[in-house]
């Protein structure tokens, strides 16, 4: 399934939310300085890529699906680009000052993917990981969307805990310093936009295509019944945690 949105690779960038500044902010701020080369796991299209570049530092980008790589080096001419999925890429002997990962720890591998982050980073690296959770800003709006994804697709998905992967990446006992942080921010979507942004979810790239236009035309009704808006109550969580030295 991590490369299931090579298949919308070209609108993906267009619809999904981007990052706010205080991401890098942040990140820069626990590292205290530039880090001499950063290397960004699971980069898709280069959402987060952009962000990660306005550090500073040289930034490697390690992407599985050959599809959203193309379109991250066209984008993103700046940084390397390999084509690997990252429990096959090789870290330089002496490992990476800086490893982040957005919107993508979920994809690897759940067996390895803190020893390896932990083997991939120099002693006193960083680790950032981040990812956003979807809500709504009205709670009716929210209820009238779940009641259309449902009238069409009864079969109910629960996402995990908003901010799982700090407590796996804690219990882990491989970081020292583990923090999470936590941002806010409203999106507001035409009809149109929301139903760019629900076609790149991977539980709607996972349904047969008439189904998926069914999904769509029901959505869509309902951000229409809204007067053509929804607002997304955007919820983005950054989990930062060290090598010990």
Same mark, same amino acid.
Request: proline share 10%.
């Given at each position: 399934?991590?490369?299931?949105?090579?298949?919308?690779?070209?609108?993906?960038?267009?619809?999904?939310? /981007?990052?706010?500044?205080?991401?890098?902010?942040?990140?820069?701020?626990?590292?205290?300085?530039?880090?001499?080369?950063?290397?960004?796991?699971?980069?898709?299209?280069?959402?987060?890529?952009?962000?990660?570049?306005?550090?500073?530092?040289?930034?490697?980008?390690?992407?599985?699906?050959?599809?959203?790589?193309?379109?991250?080096?066209?984008?993103?001419?700046?940084?390397?680009?390999?084509?690997?999925?990252?429990?096959?890429?090789?870290?330089?002997?002496?490992?990476?000052?800086?490893?982040?990962?957005?919107?993508?720890?979920?994809?690897?591998?759940?067996?390895?993917?803190?020893?390896?982050?932990?083997?991939?980073?120099?002693?006193? /690296?960083?680790?950032?990981?981040?990812?956003?959770?979807?809500?709504?800003?009205?709670?009716?709006?929210?209820?009238?969307?779940?009641?259309?994804?449902?009238?069409?697709?009864?079969?109910?998905?629960?996402?995990?805990?908003?901010?799982?992967?700090?407590?796996?990446?804690?219990?882990?006992?491989?970081?020292?310093?583990?923090?999470?942080?936590?941002?806010?921010?409203?999106?507001?979507?035409?009809?149109?936009?929301?139903?760019?942004?629900?076609?790149?979810?991977?539980?709607?790239?996972?349904?047969?295509?008439?189904?998926?236009?069914?999904?769509?035309?029901?959505?869509?009704?309902?951000?229409?019944?809204?007067?053509?808006?929804?607002?997304?109550?955007?919820?983005?969580?950054?989990?930062?945690?060290?090598?010990?030295?």
């Amino acid at each position: 399934m991590a490369t299931v949105f090579g298949e919308v690779a070209g609108s993906y960038d267009e619809a999904r939310p /981007g990052y706010p500044p205080a991401v890098a902010e942040a990140i820069l701020a626990y590292h205290r300085e530039v880090p001499r080369r950063l290397v960004e796991v699971g980069a898709g299209t280069g959402l987060a890529t952009a962000l990660l570049a306005g550090l500073g530092a040289p930034v490697t980008c390690v992407e599985p699906d050959p599809r959203m790589a193309a379109v991250l080096a066209a984008r993103h001419p700046e940084v390397e680009v390999v084509v690997a999925p990252f429990e096959e890429w090789t870290p330089p002997p002496g490992g990476v000052p800086a490893l982040a990962c957005a919107m993508a720890w979920h994809w690897l591998d759940p067996a390895t993917r803190c020893r390896r982050a932990h083997d991939a980073l120099a002693p006193g /690296g960083t680790l950032a990981v981040l990812a956003h959770r979807y809500d709504y800003v009205d709670p009716a709006q929210g209820a009238a969307l779940r009641a259309a994804f449902e009238s069409v697709d009864p079969d109910r998905r629960t996402d995990p805990r908003e901010g799982w992967f700090g407590e796996e990446i804690a219990a882990s006992g491989l970081f020292v310093d583990v923090r999470t942080e936590s941002l806010r921010r409203p999106v507001p979507l035409t009809t149109a936009a929301y139903q760019r942004l629900v076609s790149t979810f991977s539980p709607q790239l996972r349904r047969p295509p008439e189904l998926r236009e069914r999904v769509l035309a029901a959505v869509g009704a309902a951000v229409d019944g809204f007067g053509g808006t929804v607002t997304l109550d955007l919820r983005t969580t950054l989990v930062l945690a060290r090598r010990p030295r």
